[in-house]
């Protein structure tokens, strides 16, 4: 490593002067009430505290001030990389002292795929810089720091990072983003409130246009997707609160990501119908579960490519018999793949997506259902009595633009790209994803 980074905006972005820096982030923090429970990772805004402060010192409440490391990704702006930078210095300072950069969670990152040392990256970032009043002021002294701007990457890279650094333990997790950027307050506010509430659905990609830290939330979603965890919005707002310019105006949002609401019995059931059908033997007893009725897809996956893909669209039968069955049938009877061999179930990541009921879209033309599609959100029927198709909420992530996930979806159904037969009738629905890793098992 390198000698301590130097504040690159202190005097700008917040206080030089570090009586009135802790004066002022003490006062942000002491406006917002102690959480009932803490939370490992949260979202919160980047700009300069007088804009954004007050509304990052709510996710920088919900951290427990006992916590002995804390990972930040932020977005670059000042020099554009397509990888994930480390710091490669031995600490990062401010007005209020250094904070040591934690080794053993750099060598832990270092080897994954994307990560680099770039210290140019840091030199004038402010993404993450700014974050460091905020932990200096809440957490104990003596936690130490893994610093990461994110550049261009994939949200698979950023998810595993994220997922290593979490299971390391004793970690905090914050993802440094601002929202929408220099529209009137009235655009930013219908764009931001979309936004957050992809967040909040766990869907997306998100593009730059929406959120300047696009990537590292990207890679989050991906990641609290795989976990089950469920998102919650802590405060939002933008500069013109606290300016009163409307015309121009930055979007901010704090929010934190728990592991609630999961139910682990689902993918079990996915997991050991599957076991069975390959005939390997599976230790302990099944999970009872509740004899409700409802639909599922089963997904597989082996190095993050498909291998067998199965679902029902109506609720006609136990969601428990339907997630078995379609687990099944994804495993050996997906007309695309041939069988998954025992062999491979080892490395086989299992994804099952309980769906609502699907609901009619009020649309007669394909521009219609284009403008009334929410991306990252929306499952897909298309049927016109012949032919018939579906995506899950999950194939946003392969093709998010409306345009290009209808015409893809329409060549799943046997049409072709400009065709729309008149008695088409469009459906839409959504997916709760339960996720286990095969490094989860």
């Given at each position: 490593?390198?000698p301590?980074?130097?504040?690159a905006?202190?005097g700008?972005?917040y206080?030089?002067d570090?009586e ?6 003490d006062?942000?923090?002491?406006q917002v ?9 949260v ?13 990052a010192?709510?996710?920088y ?13 932020g977005?670059t ?8 930078a480390?710091?490669?210095?031995d600490?990062?300072?401010?007005p ?5 950069v934690?080794v053993e ?10 990560v680099v040392?770039?210290?140019?990256v840091?030199?004038?970032e ?11 002021r ?6 130490t720091l893994l610093?990461?701007?994110?550049g261009?990457?994939?949200?698979e ?20 983003s601002?929202?929408?950027h ?6 930013a ?10 967040i ?8 730059g246009?929406q ?18 965890m469920?998102?919650e ?5 933008n ?6 310019d ?6 901010y949002?704090s929010?934190?990501?728990d592991s ?24 302990g007893?099944?999970p009872e579960m ?14 993050g490519?498909l ?15 339907d997630?078995?069955e ?5 495993a050996?009877?997906?007309p695309?793949?041939?069988p ?7 490395a ?9 009921t699907?609901e009619?879209?009020p649309a ?6 284009i403008?009334?599609?929410?991306p ?27 345009n290009?996930?209808?015409t ?5 159904a ?11 009738r ?9 996720i ?6």
């Open positions: 490593m390198t301590i980074r130097p504040p905006v202190a700008s972005f206080p030089a570090p009135k820096l802790a004066a002022s982030v006062e942000m923090l002491a009430p102690a959480p009932k429970n803490f939370s490992r990772i979202i919160a805004p980047h700009a300069g505290h007088m804009y954004s402060g007050q509304l010192a709510h996710a409440r919900q951290l427990d001030p006992a916590t002995r490391r804390v990972a930040v990704l977005p702006h000042r020099v554009g990389i397509a990888a994930m480390l710091t490669g210095a600490g990062l300072a401010t209020l002292g250094t904070i040591d934690d969670l750099t060598e832990l990152v270092s080897g994954l795929a994307d040392e770039a210290p140019v840091h030199a004038q402010h993404s993450i810089e700014v974050h460091i009043p905020f932990l200096q809440h957490l104990e002294p003596g936690f610093p990461i701007a994110v261009s990457c994939s949200a890279s950023v998810a595993a990072v994220i997922d290593a650094v979490y299971d390391a333990g004793d970690t905090a997790i914050v993802i440094s601002d929202l929408s220099f529209l009137t307050d009235e655009s506010r219908h764009k931001d409130a979309y936004t957050i509430a992809q909040l659905s766990l869907a997306g990609p998100l593009d246009y959120a300047c830290g696009a990537y590292p939330i990207n890679g989050l979603v991906r990641f609290a997707r795989g976990r089950a469920t998102a919005i802590l405060a939002a707002g500069s013109a609160d606290v300016s009163g409307t015309s121009r105006v930055v979007g949002a929010l934190r990501f609630d609401g999961t139910d682990p019995r689902l993918v079990d059931i996915a997991y050991r119908a599957i076991a069975d059908e390959l005939g390997i033997d599976v230790p007893s099944p509740p004899e409700e009725v409802g639909s599922s897809f089963v997904t597989l996956t082996i190095d490519k291998r067998g893909c199965i679902g029902n669209l109506r609720a006609d039968r136990p969601l428990a018999t997630i078995s379609n687990a099944r049938a994804a050996t009877r997906d695309r793949f041939p998954l061999r025992p062999e491979e179930f080892a086989t990541d299992i994804e099952v997506s309980v769906l609502s699907p009619p879209m007669t033309t394909r521009a219609e259902v403008a009334q599609l929410r990252g959100i929306d499952g897909v029927i298309l049927d016109d009595g012949v032919h018939r198709a579906t995506f899950l909420p999950q194939v946003w992530e392969q093709l998010p633009e409306p290009q996930f209808l893809h979806l329409l060549a799943k046997g049409l072709e790209a400009d065709e729309w037969p008149e008695d088409m469009v459906s839409t629905y959504t997916a709760t994803p339960h286990r890793r095969a490094n989860q098992r």
